[in-house]
């Protein structure tokens, strides 16, 4: 039952949502713009608090556990990553830089990074301008990917992360990421609804309330709003 919003008064931009995720699922959010996926997995981390309801991970209360705790084991890749000045290897490894350059290589292979880097004039340690101007947008999300999976979090947001790629460079890093991801918990907002097709469970986000929820197949034969969006 949770709701939140940003100001005091107004319309919320999550509305009386109540969902279950159990452990270790690959999640897909979809829905159109402004419907509140990405409002919503922010609350995981207490990036916002909720007006009212409540979270719980692994039967714990978030609100009532130690924010760094609770940071360290979720990773977060926004649409929008910030890189550094420095090489690409040093950002790979930014929360981690003891990493060994095996665990920087295989980071990037999950994240569909390691043959674009390898053809940059000095691989692993090509200097990245500030910002990563340097770089296109889609080098950047998987650097950023990489980054988030070398950090090795319990729980993976994804949101609109895979946005600036094309359709076979996503749908590949999506297998990666469910072969990675056994155990884990993640949760991948895309506007791309075929990347997100072998998802343990779907939900579809439609004016700040959870509309749907299943799996792609459920989901199409429900005839409702997913199927639409897919057709």
């Given at each position: 039952?949770?709701?939140?919003?940003f100001?005091?008064t107004?319309?919320?931009q999550?509305?009386?949502?109540?969902?279950?995720i159990?452990?270790?699922?690959?999640?897909g959010?979809?829905?159109?713009?402004?419907?509140?996926?990405?409002?919503l997995?922010?609350?995981?981390?207490r990036?916002?608090?909720?007006?009212?309801?409540?979270?719980f991970?692994?039967d714990?209360?978030?609100?009532k556990?130690d924010?760094?705790?609770?940071?360290?084991?979720?990773g977060?890749v926004?649409?929008?990553?910030?890189?550094?000045?420095?090489?690409?290897?040093?950002?790979?490894?930014?929360n981690?830089?003891?990493a060994?350059?095996?665990?920087?290589l295989?980071?990037?292979?999950?994240?569909?990074a390691?043959?674009?880097?390898?053809?940059?004039?000095q691989?692993?340690?090509?200097?990245i301008?500030?910002?990563?101007?340097?770089?296109?947008?889609?080098?950047?999300?998987?650097?950023a990917?990489?980054?988030?999976?070398l950090?090795?979090?319990?729980?993976?947001?994804?949101?609109?992360?895979?946005s600036?790629?094309?359709?076979?460079t996503?749908?590949q890093?999506c297998?990666?990421?469910q072969?990675?991801?056994?155990?884990?918990?993640?949760?991948?907002?895309?506007h791309?609804l075929?990347?997100?097709?072998?998802?343990d469970?779907?939900?579809v986000m439609?004016n700040?309330?959870?509309?749907?929820?299943?799996?792609?197949?459920?989901?199409?034969?429900?005839?409702?709003?997913?199927?639409?969006?897919?057709?």
């Amino acid at each position: 039952n949770v709701s939140f919003r940003f100001g005091r008064t107004g319309p919320y931009q999550v509305d009386d949502v109540s969902l279950h995720i159990p452990a270790g699922n690959f999640v897909g959010i979809v829905g159109q713009s402004g419907s509140g996926k990405s409002t919503l997995t922010k609350l995981l981390p207490r990036l916002y608090e909720p007006a009212r309801g409540r979270i719980f991970i692994d039967d714990y209360d978030i609100n009532k556990v130690d924010l760094s705790s609770l940071r360290r084991q979720i990773g977060i890749v926004p649409q929008d990553s910030l890189l550094f000045e420095g090489t690409i290897s040093e950002n790979i490894a930014l929360n981690d830089p003891q990493a060994t350059t095996e665990a920087i290589l295989e980071a990037a292979r999950i994240a569909c990074a390691h043959d674009f880097i390898m053809s940059l004039g000095q691989g692993y340690a090509t200097p990245i301008a500030e910002r990563g101007g340097n770089l296109s947008g889609g080098q950047r999300q998987r650097i950023a990917i990489a980054r988030t999976v070398l950090a090795n979090p319990q729980l993976l947001v994804m949101d609109e992360a895979t946005s600036a790629l094309d359709f076979d460079t996503e749908r590949q890093l999506c297998l990666n990421l469910q072969s990675w991801a056994s155990g884990r918990t993640v949760l991948f907002i895309t506007h791309r609804l075929s990347s997100i097709k072998s998802s343990d469970i779907i939900f579809v986000m439609h004016n700040s309330r959870l509309d749907e929820q299943g799996t792609h197949s459920d989901l199409v034969s429900l005839g409702g709003r997913y199927a639409s969006l897919y057709r």
